[in-house]
Every structure is written in C-alpha cells, then in structure tokens.
C-alpha cells in the first residue's frame, strides 16, 4: 500500500486546513494515523481511526482536528481547524494493515501568528 499525503501549506493562526491521504488500494481494514513532527521534537501521533470508525486524538488537538475516511476514495482526511502557531510541523500518514506499517511522505504545515 503506498500513501500520499497532501493538503499541507501556510495559515494564519485560527484558519483551517484539511490534509488528504490517498491510499493506492482500498482501506477498509486498515487502522490510519496522522501523526507530526515539529523541528527538534519526537513524531506524535495526532489523530487515528480504526477499521470501525473509532477515532481517537491527541489531547492538544481534541475539539479542533477531525479525522474521517471515505472507503470509497481510498482517502484519509485530517480536518484542521483553529490552527495555532505550536501546530506548526510536518505532518505523516500512516496505516496499520495486519502487520505491517506504511507511512506516507510528509507534508508542512505552518501556522503564522
């Protein structure tokens, strides 16, 4: 399975964005991530969903970012709303297919204030 992540760019803090990631099969049993990472910090995980539809999130990002999927599309989405400067990172998508691990290549976000 191959992901490619878009969607990224350059916001003011309190605008939105929403991430894409393009799976190249279909991606119904598949949990997916998105995770982040800020210059000089560790990857974190910001959002995933499972094959059920369960989503979980990071606490920093609750009540602002929503993850969704459309099976239909082979697509993850991260809705990105009320953007703040420390949201600032590239972001990755990841999906969990039985046992193996695939990431996407990343893509910047930047949040100015």
């Known amino acids: 399975v191959q992901l490619q992540a878009s969607g990224g760019g350059l916001v003011q803090a309190g605008g939105s964005l929403r991430l894409s990631c393009a799976a190249s099969?279909?991606?119904?049993?598949?949990?997916y991530g998105w995770y982040r990472q800020a210059p000089g910090k560790q990857r974190e995980l910001v959002a995933a969903?499972?094959?059920?539809?369960?989503?979980n999130y990071a606490d920093s990002v609750k009540g602002r970012f929503t993850i969704s999927r459309d099976i239909a599309k082979n697509t993850v989405y991260l809705q990105m709303n009320s953007l703040k400067p420390e949201d600032t990172a590239v972001y990755y998508c990841?999906?969990?297919?039985?046992?193996?691990?695939?990431w996407g290549q990343g893509t910047q976000v930047t949040v100015s204030s």
């Open positions: 969903i499972t094959w059920g539809g369960s989503t």
């Open positions: 990841n999906g969990v297919l039985g046992s193996v691990t695939y």
């Open positions: 099969r279909n991606i119904f049993s598949a949990k």
